[in-house]
């Protein structure tokens, strides 16, 4: 498991989820397993959990075999449907939202700007269109509003046309070939920040990350039990934002309505007032844990 992914905020994570030791949890960003792991290892032998991932590469390197685990290749979008399917409610549902360690460092994957490789970056493999499609393919507005909204990245108007200029002269099939593109724009002695973020833009638009999380939301509160635990591990202020405002209002917009005695309808109340952090001793052993955010929250009493 810690060859393949490194789970975060492990012990905090799932000492929230769990209540009911014979309950039934899902694991919707199976990864490495190692969240599902220490989910099983605090279930009786009647527990299961239901392990959703699509990423092949995830289900096939899964190195549990438990027959209390049932394994989904699938989009964690898709959980509500898995449960009306099935006729089941969970006590529990953990997302763990970040790319694995074994996306970010296998090169061919095109996640990381660390390896001159194609620009992939499909969570699901099978999936049509790569980063380097939406880079050839989109125009310079389109480009200029994914950079903006979904990486938050400065001149993004600008960068967008720089694509457009070098695309013009040869495709951008590689990390290498972006980074040259937009190599004006890459600050000296804070390369690394820019691209992040560029690159954390364009995962996120092949990946349709934020639509995925949206529908997730919904279907995960309408499949939980009353009293059931939603457990969500952020790291970029644009889903954590997302996470938070479902759970306070259910709407990632944000948008509180309430009923006749003012009382909200959201189907959920928070579990503590503010996220939980990892420890610094975590950081220091894991520094892709260091934008964690951990959210918990509970399905409301009486909601179908």
Do not use: C
Request: charged share 25%; glycine share 8%; no cysteine.
């Amino acid at each position: 498991m810690s060859q393949y992914h490194t789970p975060v905020l492990l012990d905090e994570s799932v000492s929230a989820l769990i209540s009911n030791p014979q309950g039934i949890y899902a694991d919707v960003t199976f990864g490495g397993g190692g969240h599902t792991a220490a989910i099983l290892s605090r279930l009786s032998a009647s527990g299961k959990v239901i392990a959703f991932d699509r990423d092949m590469d995830a289900i096939e390197a899964s190195p549990i075999k438990d027959k209390r685990l049932t394994l989904i290749h699938n989009n964690f979008r898709f959980i509500e449907n898995y449960a009306a399917l099935h006729g089941v409610q969970f006590d529990g549902i953990l997302a763990d939202l970040g790319v694995s360690s074994h996306q970010f460092d296998t090169p061919e994957r095109g996640f990381s700007f660390r390896f001159d490789a194609p620009l992939d970056m499909r969570m699901n493999t099978a999936a049509s269109r790569t980063a380097a499609d939406l880079l050839n393919e989109e125009t310079p507005e389109r480009l200029e509003q994914i950079l903006r909204l979904y990486g938050e990245v400065d001149g993004s108007g600008k960068m967008a046309r720089l694509i457009a200029e070098a695309r013009a002269q040869e495709p951008i099939r590689t990390s290498g070939q972006l980074d040259a593109a937009i190599a004006r724009m890459l600050p000296k002695g804070a390369e690394h920040k820019v691209l992040a973020k560029v690159y954390q833009a364009l995962r996120i638009e092949v990946n349709q990350e934020m639509r995925s999380l949206e529908k997730f939301l919904d279907g995960a509160a309408r499949s939980l039990k009353p009293g059931g635990r939603l457990v969500v591990i952020t790291y970029h202020s644009l889903e954590d934002r997302m996470v938070k405002n479902f759970i306070k209002s259910g709407n990632v917009a944000g948008e509180e309505t309430k009923d006749l005695y003012g009382r909200s309808i959201s189907p959920l109340e928070a579990v503590g007032r503010k996220p939980i952090l990892p420890a610094e001793e975590e950081i220091a052993a894991n520094t892709r844990a260091r934008s964690a955010k951990l959210r918990v929250a509970e399905k409301k009493e009486g909601l179908a």
